[in-house]
């Protein structure tokens, strides 16, 4: 979603083709955004994505198209692993700053991106410790001499 689609007051506009007013029950808004109705619910509780309306005799959830555009720039920034206090900042920076330069949002990509790097760098040597461990297993020996079993525990004669 480009940023230049947000309004200042964090919503975001509706495509042109006249969907504007349309409104979407909680299970069309999940099929459009690929987000379960449950997430939604908790996107909504936390304040990522304004509260719906509720209307008809069960006072059921509507929500506007626009939040569909808000609902999928959320959850592509999660699916790139931003966590949601950095959503919000997000969803602040492209609301707030239309015309601005994107050089607060850079640094945030670049500060998460040095947090993959750091994960990447803990799972290698995870790894690395797991496949010693793997190679060093007597396969035929009994479970209480296992050595994979031994370095779990912290023993000392691991092998």
């Given at each position: 979603m480009a940023a230049r689609g947000m309004i200042a007051n964090g919503s975001v506009n509706a495509g042109q083709n006249g969907?504007?007013?349309?409104?979407?029950?909680?299970?069309?808004?999940?099929?459009?955004?690929?987000?379960?109705?449950?997430?939604?619910?908790?996107?909504?509780?936390?304040?990522?994505?304004?509260?719906?309306?509720?209307?008809?005799?069960?006072?059921y959830?509507?929500?506007?198209?626009?939040?569909?555009?808000?609902?999928?720039?959320?959850?592509?920034?999660?699916d790139l692993g931003f966590s949601l206090e950095e959503v919000r900042e997000?969803?602040?920076?492209?609301?707030?700053?239309?015309?601005?330069?994107?050089?607060?949002v850079n640094r945030m990509a670049r500060t998460h991106l040095a947090q993959v790097d750091a994960k990447l760098a803990?799972?290698?040597a995870l790894r690395i410790e797991l496949d010693r461990l793997v190679a060093s297993c007597e396969r035929d020996d009994a479970v209480t001499d296992c050595s994979l079993l031994s370095a779990l525990s912290g023993s000392s004669d691991a092998r």
């Open positions: 969907e504007a007013d349309a409104t979407l029950s909680i299970g069309e808004l999940a099929a459009r955004t690929g987000v379960t109705a449950e997430t939604i619910r908790y996107y909504e509780r936390e304040g990522v994505i304004p509260p719906a309306t509720r209307r008809g005799a069960g006072q959830r509507r929500y506007a198209v626009a939040d569909a555009e808000r609902l999928r720039f959320v959850r592509r920034a999660r997000l969803l602040d920076l492209a609301a707030g700053r239309r015309g601005g330069p994107c050089a607060e803990q799972l290698a």
